[in-house]
């Protein structure tokens, strides 16, 4: 049997109660949870060059914890020479144990280290509550070897969460430790 990670320990024994007596809500299935975090890392320029989809594809392994899949293109867009079925990104779903370890590792070790960190925006909900978070650098994650790293590539991170309201998300988040811009 897997040990259980810090922060789902947490949210089971204390955050839930919390948030059941702040928001008011009176069935205890109807507090928002963490349901999935998903990993998405766009690499246009891998086109000229397969290598780079295979360098980020090894440190995006390292960094989620499992292997992305690879993304192809929909489309066919002729400015940037992109044909229909091409490889042009990675994503992968972190769910359960993996997911609450990426979100603690992200919140405690990875947001703190990034350059001129200041919190992130509370403007990035998208109206059903999940949250979306772009990330500039790849390599804050202290998985990421920096000699190996040719150059810093962006990665979307995207929170699923359980509920159907922003306030209620952003409530969660804050309690399992995120830390938004003060106003």
């Given at each position: 049997m897997q040990n259980t990670p810090r922060l789902?320990?947490?949210y089971n024994e204390k955050i839930r109660q919390e948030l059941l007596k702040e928001l008011n809500i009176k069935n205890i299935m109807a507090v928002p949870?963490?349901?999935?975090i998903i990993v998405n890392v766009g690499l246009g320029e891998a086109i000229k060059d397969?290598?780079?989809l295979d360098d980020m594809l090894e440190d995006i392994a390292m960094i989620a914890g499992q292997r992305p899949v690879k993304?192809?293109?929909?489309?066919?867009?002729?400015?940037f020479k992109?044909?229909?079925?091409?490889?042009?990104?990675?994503?992968?779903?972190?769910?359960?144990?993996?997911?609450?370890?990426?979100?603690d590792r992200l919140v405690n070790i990875v947001l703190p280290r990034t350059k001129d960190f200041r919190g992130v925006?509370?403007?990035a909900f998208d109206g059903r509550g999940n949250y979306a978070l772009g990330l500039?650098?790849?390599?804050?994650?202290?998985e990421v070897d920096p000699n190996k790293v040719t150059r810093a590539r962006g990665m979307q991170v995207i929170f699923t969460i359980s509920g159907n309201s922003d306030e209620q998300s952003k409530v969660l988040l804050t309690k399992l430790g995120m830390p938004f811009k003060k106003k």
């Open positions: 789902k320990k947490e949870k963490l349901e999935k397969s290598k780079i993304t192809k293109s929909k489309k066919a867009i002729s400015n992109i044909r229909i079925g091409q490889d042009i990104g990675l994503k992968v779903t972190l769910r359960n144990n993996k997911m609450w370890e990426f979100f925006s509370d403007r500039k650098e790849h390599n804050v994650f202290p």
